[in-house]
Structures are given as C-alpha cells and as structure tokens.
C-alpha cells in the first residue's frame, strides 16, 4: 500500500478516492492468502495414499510458503524420485545443446555406431527424450546386470527389437532416456552421474541429488534412477519458473526452458501410457496437465507414480511438490484438489 499511497499523493485527494478503491482491489487480491489449513486437511484426509511419510512443499515467489511433513519425513529427506528423474534428464541435454555439442535432432549413431545397425539408424535424441524411439519397451531391464550405461545401451541396441519407425508411435518405456544419456557421456567424455552433478544439480544447489547407483558397480538410470529431496527438487522447480535463472545463475537459457515446457505429442497420439498420465499432452519429459484460455501449456509435472509428484505453475509462479515415501499411491485427483486449493487465491500474471 505504500506505492497506492505514493500514488494519491501526486494527483490530489479528491481525484483519488475511486484510485485508492481500485488499487486496494488490486493489491489484495495480488496477494490473497492460500489456505494452507484447507491444504493441511487435505493431506490428513488422504493419508492412505500417502502413507505415513510424505512431505508436501509449496514454493511462491522464489520461497517454500507453506510445508507439510509428516512421520519421517521432511524437506531435506532425501529418497528415490522415479520418473521425475527424466525432467532433470532433459534439462541435462538442453544444456549440451546450449553449449553447441549436440542437438535435439541429432541420430543417436552418430555418438554410437552400434545404433546403425539393426534397423535403428533414425533415432534421435529427441525421440529418447519423448518415448517415441520405436524400441520395443516392454521386456523388462535386467536390473543390476549392467555395470555402466556403456555396457546397457550396447545391450539396447542388440537386443531391442524395432516395433515401429522412430518418430510414429508413443510408447511409455525407460530405454530413450539410457539412450541420450550415454550419447551425452560420449560427447563429454565423462559419466553421465558426474555430468549432469556438475552441469545442474550443482549450479542448483542440489546437493542431496545423486543419480549414482547406490551399489557403485551398477549402471546409473537416468529415466527412475535418481535420489533427490523436496528442497533440492523445488530449486529445479524455481529455475524453470525464473526463465532459467537460479540465484543469480542462467542454468538454462529462457529458450531452453520454453523447449523443454513445448508441447512434443497431443494427447490423441499417445498410447501405451500409464493411468495416472493419461488424458495429458506430452512437453519434453514432463506432461501438460493445465492450459489456459488460449490453449496454450501453463501447468507441467513429471510425475514418479511410486513417489514424487512435482507441478509448476508458468502463469501462476507456483510450483508445489508431493513427496512421499517410496511406493506410495499418490492420485492424480489429490494433486488437482491441491492445485484448486491454490489457484482460488493466485491468478494469473
């Protein structure tokens, strides 16, 4: 209220008063207060979902406003994210192709030539990063067998057999996200947990994010692999809100960011997708889960289905995290009661 008051003072009391009317509307409702009890409860009625240890975070202009922990659980417990580890993934790329060593479009075989063979000459990075590869997706990984992604993506590219041509048909699996991950260790001569450790989980202050297996002698998994905390993922969050920038730092460029929140795939063309992400346009490794009147993508999450649930609001400068302890069955229709709660008291800028 003091800009309102500085306001009056310059055009005269009389002329004013409607102005002082308006401007109160204006500044209240600017900043109308969430109803953080409301969300509390909300919570509490829903623990079967959630289980015992959760920890719900909200982050508003640059800052955690309202936090919710229970049993165990807190901002800095750090635990398996899932498929939210695919988000911090892509972010990875888009920073190597900031810096000119590779592109969305790229073939995968150019990095590895194993790739030009068996029919899969045509994948590119931006097929990984979109499920849409052509491999098939549905045999399970041989978790542990693999000492490094070198090892694994060899494996891929021998034995995954081509379903459809790269580019065609949307299938939910892991494999792009191993692939373009050990593309990037090629191209930068290093591992992909100690890449992505010092192009953007340090820059981010994440400092309790690791993708490294926790038995050393296994391949890192860049698609559900990492270990994160709320606090640590919510400095992600608040880098994509600021365009890119984290406490002074252009992690991204505000170009980066509007590609990684593009839309890649409509709704009608993805098949083969779990429950919980149906119904959802597809950005580069995150889902549109909110649009405005234009159509256009506002609300993204990248959802781990057994853990972490992460949402950004781009209009509304919000970004909230529900994080409970691994294999808990978070609901899509918690997180859009959540979102209700908090778009009755922030519009749009």
């Given at each position: ?31 109308a ?26 982050l508003k ?79 399970a ?59 953007l ?12 297996n ?62 919980e ?17 234009k ?7 990248a959802?781990?289905l ?29 997180v ?14």
């Amino acid at each position: 209220m003091y800009h309102a008051k500085k306001i009056l003072m310059t055009i005269g009391y009389k002329k004013s008063v409607c102005l002082l009317v308006l401007l109160m509307v204006v500044f209240s409702s600017s900043f109308a207060q969430i109803d953080t009890a409301s969300l509390t409860t909300l919570l509490q009625k829903n623990k079967e979902q959630l289980g015992k240890h959760y920890v719900f975070a909200l982050l508003k202009d640059g800052k955690t406003s309202y936090k919710h922990e229970s049993g165990d659980f807190n901002l800095k417990t750090q635990e398996n994210i899932g498929a939210a580890s695919q988000w911090l993934t892509a972010a990875l790329v888009l920073i190597m192709i900031q810096e000119g060593k590779v592109s969305l479009d790229d073939k995968v075989s150019t990095y590895l030539p194993t790739f030009t063979k068996y029919g899969k000459g045509y994948i590119t990075l931006r097929h990984c990063l979109t499920h849409n590869t052509g491999l098939d997706g549905s045999k399970a990984f041989e978790k542990g067998k693999f000492k490094n992604l070198e090892e694994e993506v060899e494996h891929i590219a021998v034995n995954r057999e081509i379903k459809t041509n790269p580019g065609t048909e949307f299938y939910y699996s892991n494999v792009g996200f191993k692939i373009v991950a050990r593309v990037l260790e090629v191209v930068a001569k290093k591992p992909f947990d100690r890449l992505i450790k010092e192009k953007l989980t340090s820059p981010l202050a994440m400092r309790n994010t690791s993708f490294a297996n926790e038995n050393y002698d296994r391949a890192p998994d860049p698609a559900t692999g990492a270990r994160s905390t709320a606090f640590d993922y919510l400095n992600f969050l608040s880098m994509l809100l600021n365009k890119g920038s984290f406490n002074g730092k252009q992690v991204l460029t505000e170009e980066s960011v509007n590609i990684l929140l593009s839309i890649q795939a409509k709704m009608t063309e993805i098949k083969n997708v779990p429950k919980e992400l149906q119904q959802s346009d597809l950005a580069l490794s995150s889902w549109i889960v909110g649009k405005n009147d234009k159509d256009e993508p506002i609300v993204f999450s990248a959802p781990g289905l057994n853990g972490m649930y992460p949402v950004i609001d781009i209009c509304r400068g919000y970004a909230f995290i529900i994080f409970p302890k691994n294999e808990a069955d978070v609901k899509r229709e918690l997180v859009q009661q959540a979102r209700s709660m908090i778009e009755e008291a922030v519009s749009c800028k």
